[in-house]
Each structure stands twice: as C-alpha cells, then as structure tokens.
C-alpha cells in the first residue's frame, strides 16, 4: 500500500466527482472535503477560496486540500483537508484536519498513511500541534488518530449536531520533532 498526497488537478476530475457520488451513495458524511457536497462540478469545487469563504464568511479559514492517491493505479481513495488557523468554531469542534476514505477503500491504511503523510505539511506551514476531531462511536477515526500521535484532550457535547452520536472527542498531535 502505496499511497501519495496531491492538490486537485484537473487530472483527477471525474475521480472526484464519483468520489461524492461513493460517499453519498454510502450515506456518508464528506469530512476534509472542502464542502464538496455543495457542487455539482469540479470547476466549481477547485474554486475554495472564493466558494468556501461565500458559504462560512466570517468563520472562513483557509486550508489546503490535498487528494490520497494509490500510486500503483493513480486512484484516488482518500481526501484530506488541513485547515489553519483554527478559528474558534474549529477549535471547538473541527479540528484542523479533516478526511475521508472512500467506502470501497476503507480498512486498508489509508486513512492513517494520509494523516501521516499530512503532519510534515502542517510543520511546514508553522503549527507544532494539530487538533483532530472525531465522534466517539468513530473507532476507526480514533484508532487513525490515536495511530498518529493523538492525545485525547476532552470529549464535548456535539450541541450543533454534527454527527451522530452526540460526543466529539478532541485529540492533539504534537509535530515538532
């Protein structure tokens, strides 16, 4: 398992696309996909900044959106975006980093490679520490986490009802080595 973090390119369009296709099809939620839930088109989806700052104004922050690529077959399995500073919405719930992995995808390592691969990123922008949110029935998210360095922080109540089961859990990685 071989996998490699990319910024969208129109090479990966129609992956994309049938991305969001899996994930809803799936009944899942699109976490660390920069609302690609919201678009009908790639084109409209690469537009972040101008689309995403639209949609959270004031709450906007910036963040890079990277695709998880398998390297033997060029697919894409994964999305994960990083998301930086923290605004006081994020630091409560959201975390900065946020990802998914395509159903047909999951249970191979995926999702822990790609956070891994991500912590240099975030160095390189400047953070020592990341936070990561998941919901507390989210083992596999949690196990990923965990994985990466995490340190549970606190569980809060998920008053605005962003998942399921009413619980986030809060975790930090600590990057500075």
Known sequence: MSVKLIRPTQHYAKQVMKYKEEMLANG?????CASLEDVDSFEEWIDFENRLKKKFGEGYVPSEVFLCVRTEDDKVVGIIDYRHPLS???LQYGGNIGYSILPSERKKGYAGEMLKLLLPI???YGDDR???CCERDNEASRRTIVKNGG???????DDI?????GT????W???TA
């Open 28 to 32: 899942d939620r699109l976490d660390g």
């Open 88 to 90: 006081p919405f994020l």
């Open 122 to 124: 975030c160095k390189e």
């Open 130 to 132: 990341v936070l990561v």
């Open 151 to 157: 340190v549970l922080e606190n569980e809060i109540k």
């Open 161 to 165: 009802g962003l998942g399921e089961c």
């Open 168 to 171: 986030i859990q809060r975790y």
């Open 173 to 175: 990685i600590d990057i």
